[in-house]
Each structure stands twice: as C-alpha cells, then as structure tokens.
C-alpha cells in the first residue's frame, strides 16, 4: 500500500531536498517513521525529544487534519497523499 | 467544506458615488456581483494592513484600486534596496524612507478618493487593540511569528476577520482566521516554532512574484467578505506550491480547546509575544551558542601576518557564486559526512553569511574534537563592511 508523503519546502533541506517520498504504509504513523528513519535530521524538526509531533506542524491525509482523525493511527490505503504542513511566517521584509 | 460569506463592515448611512467614482469604478459597477452596492460597501470599508512589504505591496495597491474607503497601513521599517524585488509599491529613490509613508503616499496617488492613513509604528501588545478598533477587517502580511500571534489574538478579542497570508521561498499559505463561527491562527498552529529550528525568510530567501500572488489572494479575500459573497476561505487553508503550481486546499476546524477562542479559553488578553515565541528582540537570535570567535579585521591582520588559517565556508553552493573567501566549500547540512576533509591540526576559520550557521558548525566540529577553530563574527557580510568592500553583500 503505497501512501505518498509531501515534503514542505522549508523542511526539504532536512530530507535529502526531496519535495515528495514514497512508502508503504498502513498508518501515518508508520509512514513519517520511515521516513525520518530515512532521514534523522528531519526527525529532530517533525517531532519533540519524547516522541511526539511538534505543535507547529500539522500532517493532513487527502486534506483533512489528523489531530481530528487518529492523529498517527489514522489509517491509510494505497495513493493516498499525507502532507507535512509546518507554519511559515514570512511575507515583509 | 467553504463557508458562505457575511458582510462585515460596519453599517453606514448610505453613501453616493460621484460621477468621477462611478467612471473610475465602471468594471465594478457592470458586474451584478459588485454594482453600485458592492461599490458602496468597498467605500464604507475600513481595513488595516499589517506590514507594507511583499504581501503588503500588492493588497495596498489592489485595495486602495478597488476603492476600499479607508486603508491602514502599519509598519516601522523603513525601504531597504533588498526589498525592491518584491516590494512593488517602493521605487529605488525611496531606499531609506519610512516605508509606510511611501506606501501611503503611492496609494493615495493610486486613489485620491480614498483615506489612506500611515501609521509608522511597531505593533505591540500595548497598542494593538486601539489600532485596530477603528477597521472592520485586519490583514496580516508580516514576517515574524510574534506579531502573527499578536495580530491573531487581537483580533479574536475584538471579533475582527484576519486575512492570513504566509510565504517562504515559493510557497504560500492563505486562509481567513477569526469569522463568526471560524478557527483561529491558534486553532491551526497552537505554538510557533522554537527559534532556529525554521530558517526565516531573509535566511530562506523568497522568489519576488509569490508574494505578489499570495497577497493577491488576500487582497481577493478580503473584498469577498466586504462584499459578503462567495465562498471565503474561513475554514480551508489554501498552499501554493508556485514551482509545482499547485494548488492545495486542506481543512481547518476550530479547536475547542483553542486557548483563545475555545469554550474554555485561558488567553483573555494580549500576552508578551516574544517571550511566547521564545525570542527577544526584533529578529530570532541564533541557539545560544558561544563558540570562539575572530573578527573580520583580526582575521584580515592574521592573514597579512602570513598566519596558516584553514578557511572553511559552510554556505550553500549558490551562495559561494555570489562571493567567497576563497574558503573550503561544505555546506553546514554536508558537514557530519565530510568532516574528514578537514585537517584538525590546522587552525581553522569558519564562516557564513551572517555568522549564525558558522557558529553551529564550530559547535559542531568542537565536539567532534577540534580544538583550533574560530567562528568569523558577523559572516562575510561583516567582512565586506569592515575590511573589504568590493565583496558584495546580499
């Protein structure tokens, strides 16, 4: 069951610069943990030192917020797009 | 799933437009979704814009086009010659001039029927809510995650829409916060970041159009709900992706337990904002890092002296092409895997743009056991201030 993950530009750097990765996966917990098994330093940005995601990055499945489904146990099925979404604050200078 | 708009301007007595005003807004008023009532809600309409850079740019010069009666324009800064790629509103004479004076003085060329008012401050939690208690709607085009809290909050308290917009390279993020019923910024992102973890914008970089099209958005959303039609974008957070172009729409619900605008809120009035975002001062300081450092004038002395200094440049490629110090390139993120290509028994000067990665890779490289290495203050911007001024600053 692959389930792409979208990778927001400011935490590309953290991933090798990809914008996208591919896994299979049945939860969303499952894929961010490959994903930053892959990639350690992303893992320090996504979540706290106890495990946790951070507060200022919200993970959407297909466009619905998982803090308002499973939160990581939401489960996920084949072509399905999860989206690392971190706020940003630029815009003036 | 898209809320329909409300109209939220204030109720007026009804006004007239003059012959002059009819002429120049004649695409408005041919269309039945605008008309000389949707015309007259734009001029009864009072909206504060918070910052009058990137986002700003184009939603002064869109709102103040479109006939908005009154604009606010907040902002302390002043015009910056890096600001012109992006800043559209800002000519090169105006370098140096406070930048809301500018914009107020352009819009009201723009629109001589208008009431556009600078005001040529820094918002703080002191003066926030009076600033805004004279606009219907308050739109955030800033820069910093302090005074997006701050602008969020205010405006909870005072039930005042916030049109959000925010960017980052080529990404954007839009939404409305703050409608009868809506989420808020908080019910979104309940903290900010911790300092350093998120590289900012003047870090980051932008490319000069996305702000011209994510403040386009705002400005679009912005006249949808003084028009109160259409679907607003209360509820959904718009992402554009300006290299893929894409767009993405996600769901936003209101968190009812939200600390400011939930059933149970704790937050009832404006807090310190910095030291909740964990920042002092205007901009984000680098981690608490005190690592040996040199200056670029002791630097140049030590080099003239004929002193063996190992240069190690920890920028990006494409920031090496701009200028360098004929340093040895590796980029902090490539440092762990390339430390073998350094000589630990060399002395060695490390440096950056402005002296905040460099200091990370001494850190770094100090605990990994090198005992000779200095962290060059203030980067190669320093440099090129105080010992060598035909190597260009960006």
Same mark, same amino acid.
């Given at each position: 069951?692959?389930?792409?993950?979208?990778?927001?530009?400011?935490?590309?750097?953290? #991933? *090798?610069?990809?914008?996208? #990765?591919?896994?299979? #996966?049945?939860?969303?917990?499952?894929?961010?943990?490959?994903?930053?098994?892959?990639?350690?330093?992303?893992?320090?940005?996504?979540?706290?030192?106890?495990?946790?995601?951070?507060?200022?990055?919200?993970?959407?499945?297909? *466009?619905?917020?998982?803090?308002?489904?499973?939160?990581?146990?939401?489960?996920?099925?084949?072509?399905?797009?999860?989206?690392?979404?971190?706020?940003? #604050? *630029?815009?003036?200078? | 799933?898209?809320?329909?708009?409300?109209?939220?301007?204030?109720?007026?007595?009804?006004?007239?437009?003059?012959?002059?005003?009819?002429?120049?807004?004649?695409?408005?008023?041919?269309?039945?979704?605008?008309?000389?009532?949707?015309?007259?809600?734009?001029?009864?309409?009072?909206?504060?814009?918070?910052?009058?850079?990137?986002?700003?740019?184009?939603?002064?010069?869109?709102?103040?086009?479109?006939?908005?009666?009154?604009?606010?324009?907040?902002?302390?800064?002043?015009?910056?010659?890096?600001?012109?790629?992006?800043?559209?509103?800002?000519?090169?004479?105006?370098?140096?001039?406070?930048?809301?004076?500018?914009?107020?003085?352009?819009?009201?060329?723009?629109?001589?029927?208008?009431?556009?008012?600078?005001?040529?401050?820094?918002?703080?939690?002191?003066?926030?809510?009076?600033?805004?208690?004279?606009?219907?709607? !308050?739109?955030?085009?800033?820069?910093?995650?302090?005074?997006?809290?701050?602008?969020?909050?205010?405006?909870?308290?005072?039930?005042?829409?916030?049109?959000?917009?925010?960017?980052?390279?080529?990404?954007?993020?839009?939404?409305?916060?703050?409608?009868?019923?809506?989420?808020?910024?908080?019910?979104?992102?309940?903290?900010?970041?911790?300092?350093?973890?998120?590289?900012?914008?003047?870090?980051?970089?932008?490319?000069?159009?996305?702000?011209?099209?994510?403040?386009? !958005?705002?400005?679009?959303?912005?006249?949808?709900? !003084?028009?109160?039609?259409?679907?607003?974008?209360?509820?959904?957070?718009?992402?554009?992706?300006?290299?893929?172009?894409?767009?993405?729409?996600?769901?936003?619900?209101?968190?009812?337990?939200?600390?400011?605008?939930?059933?149970?809120?704790?937050?009832?009035?404006?807090?310190?904002?910095?030291?909740?975002?964990?920042?002092?001062?205007?901009?984000?300081?680098?981690?608490?890092?005190?690592?040996?450092? /040199?200056?670029?004038?002791?630097?140049?002395?030590?080099?003239?002296?004929?002193?063996?200094?190992?240069?190690?440049?920890?920028?990006?490629?494409?920031?090496?092409? /701009?200028?360098?110090?004929?340093?040895?390139?590796?980029?902090?993120?490539?440092?762990?895997?390339?430390?073998?290509?350094?000589?630990?028994?060399?002395? !060695?000067?490390?440096?950056?743009?402005?002296?905040?990665? %460099?200091?990370?890779?001494?850190?770094?490289?100090?605990?990994?056991?090198?005992?000779?290495?200095?962290?060059?203050?203030?980067?190669?911007?320093?440099?090129?201030?105080?010992?060598? %001024?035909?190597?260009?600053?960006?």
């Amino acid at each position: 069951m692959a389930v792409r993950v979208m990778i927001p530009t400011p935490l590309r750097v953290y #991933a *090798g610069k990809r914008d996208s #990765a591919e896994f299979r #996966a049945s939860t969303v917990g499952e894929a961010l943990a490959q994903l930053t098994g892959e990639f350690d330093d992303l893992r320090r940005h996504l979540f706290t030192d106890e495990g946790n995601l951070r507060s200022f990055v919200n993970v959407y499945v297909n *466009g619905e917020d998982i803090r308002y489904l499973s939160k990581e146990e939401t489960p996920t099925k084949d072509g399905d797009t999860i989206s690392i979404i971190p706020s940003i #604050a *630029g815009g003036s200078r | 799933m898209a809320s329909k708009v409300q109209t939220v301007t204030s109720t007026q007595a009804p006004q007239t437009l003059t012959n002059e005003e009819i002429l120049r807004y004649s695409r408005h008023l041919i269309m039945p979704e605008v008309g000389m009532d949707g015309q007259l809600k734009l001029k009864n309409a009072k909206v504060l814009l918070i910052g009058t850079g990137g986002l700003g740019a184009p939603l002064g010069l869109y709102l103040a086009a479109a006939g908005v009666g009154k604009l606010g324009l907040v902002d302390f800064d002043v015009v910056d010659f890096t600001n012109l790629q992006r800043q559209v509103t800002f000519g090169t004479s105006d370098v140096g001039k406070p930048k809301s004076q500018v914009a107020q003085a352009r819009l009201s060329n723009l629109n001589p029927d208008i009431q556009v008012q600078a005001f040529e401050t820094k918002l703080t939690s002191e003066n926030a809510l009076e600033l805004f208690k004279d606009f219907d709607i !308050i739109v955030d085009g800033t820069d910093n995650f302090p005074t997006r809290y701050l602008v969020n909050d205010a405006c909870i308290l005072l039930g005042k829409p916030n049109v959000y917009g925010s960017i980052f390279r080529f990404e954007g993020q839009v939404t409305v916060f703050g409608t009868p019923g809506g989420p808020c910024y908080r019910c979104l992102y309940p903290e900010p970041p911790p300092p350093g973890l998120v590289p900012s914008c003047a870090e980051g970089g932008v490319l000069g159009v996305l702000p011209g099209i994510v403040g386009s !958005i705002q400005a679009m959303e912005t006249i949808k709900l !003084i028009l109160g039609s259409g679907d607003s974008l209360a509820g959904r957070l718009l992402l554009f992706d300006a290299l893929g172009m894409k767009f993405r729409e996600f769901k936003l619900r209101k968190n009812p337990a939200c600390p400011i605008c939930g059933d149970q809120r704790t937050i009832h009035k404006l807090i310190d904002y910095y030291e909740f975002c964990g920042v002092r001062g205007e901009e984000a300081p680098a981690p608490d890092l005190h690592v040996p450092e /040199i200056t670029p004038r002791e630097f140049k002395a030590r080099l003239d002296r004929g002193d063996d200094l190992f240069v190690l440049d920890v920028r990006e490629p494409h920031e090496y092409q /701009i200028c360098n110090l004929q340093g040895h390139l590796i980029p902090l993120g490539e440092l762990p895997r390339r430390v073998h290509e350094l000589d630990s028994s060399r002395e !060695i000067v490390a440096h950056c743009r402005g002296g905040k990665r %460099s200091a990370e890779a001494v850190d770094f490289l100090r605990k990994a056991g090198f005992k000779k290495i200095l962290n060059l203050k203030g980067g190669i911007l320093a440099w090129s201030d105080e010992v060598d %001024s035909s190597v260009p600053k960006y």
